[in-house]
């Protein structure tokens, strides 16, 4: 009698979790993109963190051959030339601390999640390592020089520290999703 209690209340709960799932919308958007810095867009007022990169914020410096630069802003730069004159479409299911569709986005089907990593524009945080390690290698965007990593430099300049974008914080958050309600 125990395990058909047990298969009873197994069931149950998937079919609690299955019902909050169909609640956890997907959602796509596409229109052009408002450039914010090197790792957040708007689309059409809809404000989206690209998933899995952490781009150096607007105002944070950075060394190349003895001298300061602007890494901040020529991260915003690479992005805004990837999505200059292109339609962009953005996926997502969750949102960041503030409020973000954290995304993966594309713009006339460039990954611009992989690519602003790639060109060394972005640090990998929580997908894209192997991008990274290839544009740290060959020495491209902010690994031509010194930086700091953008989520340290927040974190020294008293803004809120946001977690990974790594499958253990999407576990988190779909967890939290099929909960929510409960």
């Not at 781009?55 to 915003?76: F, I, L, T, V």
């Not at 990998?124 to 010194?146: H, I, P, T, V």
Request: proline share 2%; net charge neutral; charged share 30%.
């Amino acid at each position: 009698m125990l395990d058909y209690g047990l298969t009873i209340l197994l069931f149950g709960i998937l079919a609690f979790m299955a019902s909050r799932l169909d609640q956890a919308n997907t959602r796509t958007e596409q229109g052009a993109a408002r450039i914010v810095d090197g790792d957040s867009i708007e689309l059409d007022g809809l404000r989206v963190r690209l998933r899995g990169i952490d781009a150096p914020e607007y105002k944070q410096m950075c060394k190349r051959g003895g001298h300061d630069y602007a890494c901040g802003r020529q991260s915003r730069e690479a992005l805004l030339r990837m999505t200059d004159r292109r339609t962009v479409a953005c996926t997502g299911w969750r949102n960041d601390q503030y409020g973000r569709l954290l995304g993966d986005c594309s713009a006339d089907g460039v990954d611009l999640n992989r690519e602003m990593v790639a060109q060394g524009w972005a640090v990998a945080y929580g997908d894209f390592e192997r991008e990274e390690a290839k544009a740290r290698s060959a020495k491209l965007g902010l690994w031509a020089g010194e930086f700091e990593k953008p989520r340290q430099w927040r974190d020294r300049q008293g803004g809120r520290v946001e977690p990974a974008h790594d499958s253990l914080a999407a576990v988190g958050d779909w967890l939290r999703e099929i909960f929510r309600f409960w």
